[in-house]
Structures are given as structure tokens and as C-alpha cells.
């Protein structure tokens, strides 16, 4: 407290003293001292509790300082540098400001992968031997002058071509049948032969064509705009709202019973993951064009069959929609720490750990986050054994963030040890390894006072009241410890988003799920995207309506397998000669 502050009540204290002395008719000197000690006493307590009130106000504006400080951090990260998790640039005045930290990491053996041959590699393509002959005025001999004869061809090299996309008009012309004795009855008996069914009526729309333009959007991330100047290239001026309305009535009329299937398909498994991740479209009804939307992702587990990948559009993030779209489903399911996933009935939620894990890395000074690598599971390098090591982190006095960072990494460097075990051995030894380790990190959690507002305080807020849910993937060996399964599959739309930024409609919207639904699942189903993209055109005209023939669109069939498991020349398969499908 300052002096003069301290000097002000003093003086305060005297005059008042002064005053009740004159008013009271003090008379003795122990009552006039009685009175003094009185005012003085009522002076500190005043100081203490104003005092006190500073501290607090301090301690408080300490808090926000390093709130704002951190979300600063954050801006200029998000704003300047990249947003990725893993390995940054070096930044040489980040390492000024921390200095070197010297530690010592065991060395690992990791098994380099075998080169793949040309064969492997370019299995799919198709091939064109190029026979170079002898010229006729020297295949005589050089000795007698007698012809020669062919011994061999001999290999000399092999290489790529390509033939850049071509744009063709097709004139669909049918034959048209009179007969002769007919006509000389007057009768006049014409047959015309059939032609195959348009693929949207009066539009120059063709299967090749509307296949291509989605293969490049959603597949390749080529917007509209870009493909119509590419289609000037070619000597077809397609405007963007051309093909950007093919996408649309072809997506509704002929991919819906398909995707439709495959929802059903998708509600019957026993393990789901699920994400969501923000859209943006202009013409909504009730809503401004600046207003966020959301895409859903909902997609199958390891549960060993053929992987489901549906994306659904919705204008907001209420957990009803996700109850809407699982209902049927019962089983677990993976997703991050949203409550609205609440709202799902009968069902087990599993919390995402790399969720869990991002939080004490963001709570993790920026200096000190540019050396750290969040490897995942799956990732070709291994965690370190330095970075999963939670008791050493605490010997050498690790920041709590740190500390909170090592145990998540222990459990996900124990998991990829577990990754190759069927789910039975894996449940089983998830209990005995992985077990004792959660029970060490909320036992070191309980001993954790973060600042108030602090990142730390949202990590360690973040793990505590997710306890239960984050342990729930101990249930079953085919659950796996993180939802980067969907988050994979939220970039995948992200990348897109980036080149075409928003949805004009919210027709376009629901379209462009329904697409990148049937694109990631073919991708999941390692089948040829455009490919399958254009069987589902070439076929659909005719069998929408016909639930066998719906059924052997599923990425899984063999008719689909066989057709779209490799590279195929579209012009031997087309709508007039691409035969039926064998309906049971």
C-alpha cells in the first residue's frame, strides 16, 4: 500500500478522533485512548481488506494476462505459421529464446520398405509394345546379300504415355425399319431401334463427361471455375453452372439410392466413428450468407468389413441431428468431446485421446512446441521412447503440459505395439499394459493446480471430465484409442474447401455430400474413384428404381470390384454395348 495512501487514513483517523472526542465529552486520558486504539484498529482493518481486494484484483488480471498472452500465441500461429500437428521448421529465434536442451534418445531399428518394381507399380495400366523394325533396304545381309530372318524382338526400354482428355460429340442415330409389303398395303408398319437412356434428358450431359467434372472436384479438389477454363482448353466452353447443376440432378437422382443403402449398410455395424467440420452457403433460407453450417461425418470402424464413409450437410451442430441420421445404431462410438454426440441414444460414446493429447500440446509454450511430433498409430515414424515417458518427464522437472503430453504418447506408443494383434488378444492385453498407465495419469492429474483460465487448466478440465468415455475403447479390442479415423476423412472435405470455399446452394451442399460419400468409401474400398464414378452413371438410368440393381452398385459387389478395381478404357464400355446386370 503507498505511503501517502497509508498517511491519508492517518489523517482521517485524527480528524475523526478529534471529532467524536468533542461530540462524546471525553474527559479521562485512558478514554481518549480507548477511542484512538479504536479508530486505528477500524483504519487497518480497512487497509487489510483493501489490501486484500488489490491482491485479488492482481491475481485476476495475472490470470487474464496470461489467458491473452496465450491466445496470442495462438492467432499468430494460426495467422503466420502452419496448423498442422506435426514436425514444424526449425525457428532460430525460438531456439534463442529456450536455448538447447540436451537429451538423449535411444536408437530404433526401423525396417526400410522394398522398392516396388515397374511391374508392381504400373500393374493396372494397359500396354503397347512399339516394334521397331529393320528398314526393307537393310535387312539384307552384309556378307552374302541374303534376306534375314526375324530371330527375336529384343527389350530395349519402356515409358509412360498419356493422352491428354479429349472432348467428342456423340450423334446418337437410330435405325428406323419400314416394311416393303406393308407399305404397298398402305399400312405402313415403321420399328425403330432403341437407344440408351439419357442420362439427363435435353442436356449434352454424357456419363464420361458428368463423371470426369465430379472426379475432378471432389476427388481432386478442382473447382468449378477452374474446370471451366480448362473446358475452353478442350473446345467445350461448359459454363461452371452447367456442370455444377449435372453434379447436383445426377447426385439426387442417381447416387441417393446408393448412398441410402449404404446409411443402412453403415447404422447395422457395431462401431462408428464420427466428426463434424464447418461449410458455408450462400442461399439459406433463415440464415445470412456469413453464418457457418456444418458437414457430419460418419464412417465404420475396425471392425473388418468393407469400410462406410457418408457425409451428411446440416445448417447447425445440434446433437439432434446426429441422433437423427444413428438412429438404428447401437453399439460404440467413437467422436471427440462434443456434448452433442449425447443426444444419441443406446449407444457407448468413446472419447478421442488424440483430442486429449492436443490440448496439453497447445498448453506446451510455442518455443518448446515447434520440436514436439504428434505421431499417430499409423504413423511410419515410431514415438520416441524419450517423448512416452511420463516418470523421467517428471525427474527432470518437465512442465505439467509436458508431463500431461508424455502419458498420451505412452499410450499411444503401447497401442501401436497392439496394432497387428487380432481384437480379442488386443482387448486382453489393452487391460494388462494400458490399464495401469490411464490410472497413473489421473492419479498424477489429481496432484495438477493449473491456473485459473489457463490452456493447462482446459487440458487437465478436458481429461478429468472425459475419465470414463476416454477409457471406454478398453471395451472392445476392434475400438480404437483416437477418432483420427474421421478426422481424416474432415480433411479430405477440408482440402476442397480451401479451392471452391463455399456451397452456393443448399441443394449443392446435400449433393456434394452424397458424392463425397460414394468418392471416399471407393477410395476406402481401394476401387478406381472415377471409375466407379462412372460405372454408377452408365448403370443407374435404368436401375435406380430396382433395389438388386441398387445392391450391386455397393463398392463391395463383384460386379463393382470387377469393373472398378482397375484401370478400364471407357470408350469399350458405353451406353450403347455396356450389357445388363445380372440381377438374382
Same mark, same amino acid.
Given at each position: 500500500?503507498?505511503?501517502?495512501?497509508?498517511?491519508?487514513?492517518?489523517?482521517?483517523?485524527?480528524?475523526?478522533?478529534?471529532?467524536?472526542?468533542?461530540?462524546?465529552?471525553?474527559?479521562?486520558?485512558?478514554?481518549? +485512548?480507548?477511542?484512538?486504539?479504536?479508530?486505528?484498529?477500524?483504519?487497518?482493518?480497512? &487497509?487489510?481488506?483493501?489490501? =486484500?481486494? !488489490?491482491?485479488?484484483? @492482481?491475481?485476476?488480471?495475472?490470470?487474464?494476462?496470461?489467458?491473452?498472452?496465450?491466445?496470442?500465441?495462438?492467432?499468430?500461429?494460426?495467422?503466420?505459421?502452419?496448423?498442422?500437428?506435426?514436425?514444424?521448421?526449425?525457428?532460430?529465434? #525460438?531456439?534463442?529464446?529456450?536455448?538447447?536442451?540436451?537429451?538423449?534418445?535411444?536408437?530404433?531399428?526401423?525396417?526400410?520398405?522394398?522398392?516396388?518394381?515397374?511391374?508392381?507399380?504400373?500393374?493396372?495400366?494397359?500396354?503397347?509394345?512399339?516394334?521397331?523394325?529393320?528398314?526393307?533396304?537393310?535387312?539384307?545381309?552384309?556378307?552374302?546379300?541374303?534376306?534375314?530372318?526375324?530371330? #527375336? /524382338?529384343?527389350?530395349?526400354?519402356?515409358?509412360?504415355? @498419356?493422352?491428354? %482428355?479429349?472432348?467428342?460429340?456423340?450423334?446418337?442415330?437410330?435405325?428406323?425399319?419400314?416394311?416393303?409389303?406393308?407399305?404397298?398395303?398402305?399400312?405402313?408398319?415403321?420399328?425403330?431401334?432403341?437407344?440408351?437412356? $439419357?442420362?439427363?434428358?435435353?442436356?449434352?450431359?454424357?456419363?464420361?463427361?458428368? %463423371?470426369?467434372?465430379?472426379?475432378?472436384?471432389?476427388?481432386?479438389?478442382?473447382?468449378? *471455375?477452374?474446370?471451366?477454363?480448362? /473446358?475452353? =482448353?478442350?473446345? %467445350?466452353?461448359?459454363?461452371?453452372?452447367?456442370?455444377?447443376?449435372?453434379?447436383?440432378?445426377?447426385?439426387?437422382?442417381?447416387?441417393?439410392?446408393? *448412398?441410402?443403402?449404404?446409411?443402412? *449398410?453403415?447404422?447395422?455395424?457395431?462401431?462408428?466413428? #464420427?466428426?463434424?467440420?464447418?461449410? =458455408?452457403?450462400?442461399?439459406? &433460407?433463415?440464415?445470412? #450468407?456469413?453464418?457457418?453450417?456444418?458437414?457430419? @461425418?460418419?464412417?465404420?470402424?475396425?471392425?473388418?468389413?468393407?469400410?462406410?464413409?457418408?457425409?451428411?450437410?446440416?445448417?447447425?451442430?445440434?446433437?439432434?441431428?446426429?441422433?437423427?441420421?444413428?438412429?438404428?445404431?447401437?453399439?460404440?462410438?467413437?467422436?471427440?468431446?462434443?456434448?452433442?454426440?449425447?443426444?444419441?441414444?443406446?449407444?457407448?460414446?468413446?472419447?478421442?485421446?488424440?483430442?486429449?493429447?492436443?490440448?496439453?500440446?497447445?498448453?506446451?509454450?510455442?518455443?518448446?512446441?515447434?520440436?514436439?511430433? !504428434?505421431?499417430?498409430?499409423?504413423?511410419?515414424?515410431?514415438?520416441?521412447?524419450?517423448?512416452?515417458?511420463?516418470?523421467?518427464?517428471?525427474?527432470?522437472?518437465? @512442465?505439467?503440459?509436458?508431463?500431461?503430453?508424455?502419458?498420451?504418447?505412452?499410450?499411444?506408443?503401447?497401442?501401436?505395439?497392439?496394432?497387428?494383434?487380432?481384437?480379442?488378444?488386443?482387448?486382453?492385453?489393452?487391460?494388462?499394459?494400458?490399464?495401469?498407465?490411464?490410472?497413473?495419469?489421473?492419479? /498424477?492429474?489429481?496432484?495438477?493446480?493449473?491456473?485459473?483460465?489457463?490452456?493447462?487448466?482446459?487440458?487437465?478440465?478436458?481429461?478429468?471430465?472425459?475419465?470414463?468415455?476416454?477409457?471406454? *475403447?478398453?471395451?472392445?479390442?476392434?475400438?480404437?484409442?483416437?477418432?483420427?479415423? %474421421?478426422?481424416?476423412? $474432415?480433411?479430405?472435405?477440408?482440402?476442397?474447401?480451401?479451392?471452391?470455399?463455399?456451397?452456393?446452394?443448399?441443394?449443392? $451442399?446435400?449433393?456434394?455430400?452424397?458424392?463425397?460419400?460414394?468418392?471416399?468409401?471407393?477410395?476406402?474400398?481401394?476401387?478406381?474413384?472415377?471409375?466407379?464414378?462412372?460405372?454408377?452413371?452408365?448403370? +443407374?438410368?435404368?436401375?435406380?428404381?430396382?433395389?438388386?440393381?441398387?445392391?450391386?452398385? +455397393?463398392?463391395?459387389?463383384?460386379?463393382?470390384?470387377?469393373?472398378?478395381?482397375?484401370? +478400364?478404357?471407357?470408350?469399350?464400355?458405353?451406353?450403347?454395348?455396356?450389357?445388363?446386370?445380372? !440381377?438374382?
Amino acid at each position: 500500500m503507498p505511503i501517502y495512501s497509508f498517511r491519508g487514513h492517518l489523517r482521517t483517523a485524527l480528524f475523526s478522533f478529534i471529532i467524536r472526542t468533542d461530540q462524546e465529552g471525553c474527559d479521562t486520558m485512558d478514554e481518549h +485512548m480507548e477511542l484512538l486504539v479504536e479508530l486505528m484498529r477500524k483504519t487497518i482493518e480497512q &487497509k487489510d481488506e483493501q489490501i =486484500q481486494k !488489490l491482491n485479488e484484483t @492482481i491475481e485476476e488480471l495475472r490470470v487474464t494476462v496470461a489467458s491473452l498472452n496465450e491466445t496470442i500465441e495462438e492467432f499468430r500461429r494460426k495467422f503466420f505459421g502452419s496448423s498442422s500437428e506435426r514436425n514444424r521448421r526449425k525457428d532460430p529465434q #525460438a531456439q534463442e529464446e529456450v536455448g538447447p536442451e540436451e537429451i538423449t534418445v535411444k536408437s530404433y531399428k526401423r525396417q526400410r520398405k522394398p522398392k516396388s518394381t515397374r511391374n508392381e507399380l504400373y500393374k493396372n495400366l494397359p500396354v503397347r509394345e512399339v516394334r521397331c523394325a529393320m528398314p526393307e533396304d537393310e535387312r539384307l545381309c552384309p556378307d552374302c546379300d541374303t534376306p534375314m530372318a526375324t530371330i #527375336a /524382338w529384343q527389350y530395349v526400354r519402356e515409358e509412360l504415355s @498419356i493422352t491428354p %482428355a479429349k472432348v467428342e460429340r456423340i450423334r446418337y442415330l437410330r435405325e428406323v425399319l419400314a416394311c416393303p409389303v406393308c407399305r404397298e398395303e398402305d399400312t405402313g408398319t415403321i420399328i425403330k431401334a432403341p437407344t440408351p437412356t $439419357a442420362l439427363l434428358a435435353h442436356s449434352p450431359a454424357s456419363p464420361s463427361m458428368v %463423371a470426369f467434372v465430379m472426379y475432378q472436384k471432389f476427388m481432386n479438389a478442382v473447382p468449378f *471455375y477452374r474446370q471451366e477454363m480448362d /473446358w475452353l =482448353q478442350m473446345g %467445350a466452353p461448359l459454363a461452371r453452372e452447367t456442370t455444377a447443376g449435372w453434379c447436383i440432378k445426377c447426385a439426387l437422382a442417381y447416387f441417393q439410392p446408393v *448412398y441410402d443403402l449404404l446409411h443402412k *449398410y453403415l447404422c447395422k455395424r457395431e462401431i462408428l466413428h #464420427a466428426d463434424e467440420t464447418v461449410c =458455408q452457403v450462400l442461399h439459406e &433460407k433463415g440464415k445470412t #450468407a456469413e453464418s457457418r453450417s456444418y458437414m457430419w @461425418i460418419y464412417l465404420s470402424g475396425n471392425d473388418g468389413l468393407a469400410p462406410i464413409i457418408l457425409y451428411e450437410y446440416q445448417p447447425g451442430r445440434q446433437g439432434g441431428y446426429a441422433r437423427d441420421f444413428l438412429e438404428g445404431f447401437h453399439g460404440l462410438l467413437s467422436c471427440d468431446g462434443y456434448t452433442g454426440y449425447n443426444s444419441v441414444e443406446n449407444v457407448t460414446l468413446v472419447c478421442c485421446l488424440a483430442h486429449c493429447r492436443r490440448y496439453f500440446f497447445e498448453a506446451v509454450p510455442a518455443a518448446r512446441r515447434k520440436k514436439i511430433k !504428434l505421431l499417430d498409430i499409423n504413423s511410419e515414424e515410431e514415438i520416441p521412447e524419450e517423448a512416452a515417458d511420463p516418470e523421467r518427464a517428471i525427474e527432470k522437472n518437465k @512442465i505439467p503440459a509436458e508431463i500431461g503430453l508424455s502419458y498420451c504418447n505412452r499410450l499411444f506408443r503401447t497401442e501401436r505395439r497392439l496394432k497387428e494383434m487380432d481384437a480379442e488378444e488386443r482387448k486382453e492385453e489393452r487391460l494388462k499394459q494400458e490399464v495401469p498407465i490411464w490410472e497413473k495419469f489421473f492419479a /498424477w492429474l489429481e496432484t495438477i493446480e493449473p491456473l485459473k483460465g489457463s490452456r493447462l487448466e482446459k487440458a487437465v478440465n478436458y481429461a478429468v471430465n472425459h475419465r470414463d468415455l476416454l477409457c471406454n *475403447y478398453l471395451l472392445d479390442g476392434r475400438c480404437e484409442i483416437s477418432n483420427n479415423r %474421421a478426422e481424416r476423412r $474432415a480433411k479430405s472435405y477440408g482440402t476442397g474447401r480451401k479451392n471452391f470455399l463455399f456451397h452456393d446452394t443448399v441443394k449443392g $451442399a446435400k449433393s456434394s455430400a452424397v458424392i463425397y460419400s460414394l468418392v471416399e468409401t471407393a477410395k476406402a474400398n481401394k476401387l478406381n474413384v472415377f471409375q466407379y464414378l462412372y460405372t454408377l452413371l452408365l448403370y +443407374m438410368p435404368d436401375y435406380k428404381d430396382k433395389p438388386a440393381g441398387v445392391e450391386a452398385m +455397393m463398392p463391395w459387389s463383384d460386379f463393382i470390384k470387377e469393373r472398378c478395381s482397375g484401370v +478400364m478404357d471407357v470408350s469399350t464400355e458405353t451406353p450403347e454395348n455396356r450389357g445388363q446386370i445380372p !440381377l438374382e
